[in-house]
């Protein structure tokens, strides 16, 4: 069974902070990784995918990925109370010609102004 | 750009009524994807469609059937909707594999 696993939180993070979400997946021949954020309600949104290992900025966003530890890992910087929100990873299955992506069940953040 | 569309937003059905979800995309992608959203299960998939023409089984496809009507469209049927399968469903559709799936709004069924 290929499994996606994060943290469940709350991780609760005072504003300003870096918060820092974290993901292990059990399929070694993984090759494309994604962070969601999903609001309350909402659908979730793309944050960012990472392909190679090492890290990917985007403006407050990283993420890094460590292929030979089987982790991804977002870290948010100068955390607004506005990224608080459910954090999904998301991993893609390896062979990638199935086309399906296994979730995690997500990490909840909670920014604290 | 509309992206990915969901309707209904909101459903209410009867034990045993049947209803058809929609969703159309206009991103040009190949794939899509339904998705039931669960307190504690986290997105689960129902079906998906790889390319126009071909469906194919998630990990929780019972009680639900699919249509990939065209490129841009995939709907989602329940037959007799039952209790459990109230949820919030999303459609997601992507270009090709590797690439990030787009989400819709999501439609939000309650079966009484």
């Known amino acids: 069974q290929k499994e996606v696993e994060q943290n469940s939180g709350p991780l609760s993070v005072p504003e300003g902070a870096i918060a820092s979400l974290n993901c292990t997946y059990s399929d070694r021949g993984s090759q494309s990784f994604f962070w969601y954020r999903q609001y309350s309600g909402k659908s979730p949104e793309l944050i960012m995918f990472i392909y190679s290992n090492g890290d990917k900025e985007d403006g407050r966003f990283t993420a890094q990925l460590n292929k030979a530890s089987q982790y991804v890992s977002l870290l948010i910087r100068d955390s607004q109370p506005s990224d608080s929100a459910t954090y999904l990873c998301?991993?893609?299955?390896?062979?990638?010609?199935?086309?399906?992506?296994?979730w995690g069940l997500g990490t909840s953040l909670a920014v604290n102004p | 750009n509309a992206g990915v569309t969901q309707t209904p937003k909101f459903q209410v059905l009867k034990t045993g009524q049947s209803m058809t979800l929609q969703c159309a995309q206009d991103?040009?992608?190949?794939?899509m994807y339904w998705y039931r959203q669960d307190p504690g299960m986290g997105l689960r998939l129902i079906y998906y469609?790889?390319?126009?023409?071909?469906?194919d089984k998630g990990e929780v496809p019972n009680g639900y059937n699919v249509s990939r009507l065209n490129k841009r469209e995939f709907s989602l049927r329940l037959e007799s909707a039952a209790p459990s399968q109230t949820s919030v469903y999303f459609c997601?559709?992507?270009?090709?594999?590797?690439?990030?799936?787009?989400f819709g709004d999501g439609t939000r069924l309650s079966i009484l």
């Open positions: 991103m040009n992608h190949n794939s």
């Open positions: 469609s790889a390319s126009e023409g071909t469906t």
């Open positions: 997601a559709s992507r270009e090709n594999s590797n690439q990030p799936q787009h």
């Open positions: 998301a991993v893609e299955e390896n062979p990638g010609n199935n086309r399906k992506l296994i």
